[in-house]
């Protein structure tokens, strides 16, 4: 009997060192690459406090893989800033922060640079990490900002003055275009022709020239490099090319 009790008294003591599932991070990986996510799906998984819900390889299906996320108390989405195409990483992280703004984003970035790392957070990421980071400083990024912190995981100190004048300039310069003048400055900075740019977006050619003959008006400016200039300034785009 005593040792049935003891046995007993040692099973509750590891059920209480397990957490439930309404204190687990719920976590969902958005990664192109195979094995880099299964890598970081092992490495989650085998922690008892975070738990991989869904994954997804590219923007099509990421949404959906976020929705296991709805509802839990801490979760946490995981976003590859290597998804590129007219709906890149950045639209993925707008759309899942207007359709399900109670979840935490946390950007992931390989070569990423000071300007992706500020889109990234422009566009409503709660933080970022270098995939380069060592496992246990990865996780803990992931438990950061699970919890409601910032985190610049990876991020070389230099870059931190320059990360912080990109998201003042932001504050100023983003309320005065819209989400679609956002992306019609995106593709305008591969130097797409109007009717080129009307295609990708779905749009007539002419409303194409609308909207930026609206943002030059709105920058200031006569044109539309200036315009992607001054876009890619605050890192509201990314410059790429611009002809």
């Not at 719920?26 to 869904?54: C, I, T, Y």
Request: no cysteine; glycine share 10%; hydrophobic share 45%.
């Amino acid at each position: 009997m005593p040792m049935r009790m003891a046995h007993r008294s040692v099973d509750a003591r590891m059920q209480m060192r397990t957490p439930s599932s309404s204190e687990t991070v719920g976590v969902a990986l958005v990664e192109p690459l195979h094995v880099v996510r299964a890598g970081m799906r092992l490495l989650l998984s085998n922690q008892p406090d975070l738990e991989v819900l869904a994954e997804a390889g590219g923007v099509d299906g990421a949404l959906e893989a976020v929705r296991p996320l709805r509802g839990r108390r801490r979760a946490v989405a995981l976003v590859s800033l290597s998804l590129s195409g007219p709906r890149d990483s950045y639209w993925l992280i707008r759309s899942i922060r207007e359709f399900l703004p109670a979840i935490t984003i946390l950007a992931l970035g390989g070569n990423a640079d000071d300007a992706a790392v500020s889109r990234a957070l422009f566009a409503g990421a709660d933080g970022f990490a270098a995939k380069a980071s060592a496992p246990d400083a990865f996780l803990a990024a992931v438990r950061r900002v699970s919890q409601g912190e910032t985190v610049l995981e990876g991020v070389p100190p230099e870059w931190l003055g320059t990360i912080a004048d990109s998201l003042e300039r932001h504050r100023r310069f983003a309320p005065f275009l819209t989400d679609r003048e956002i992306e019609v400055l995106s593709v305008a900075a591969e130097g797409l022709t109007a009717r080129q740019m009307g295609r990708r977006l779905g749009v007539r050619e002419r409303t194409i020239t609308t909207h930026l003959t609206r943002i030059y008006g709105k920058l200031g400016v006569s044109g539309r490099t200036a315009a992607v200039r001054a876009a890619a300034g605050t890192g509201l785009v990314g410059l790429r090319v611009v002809e």
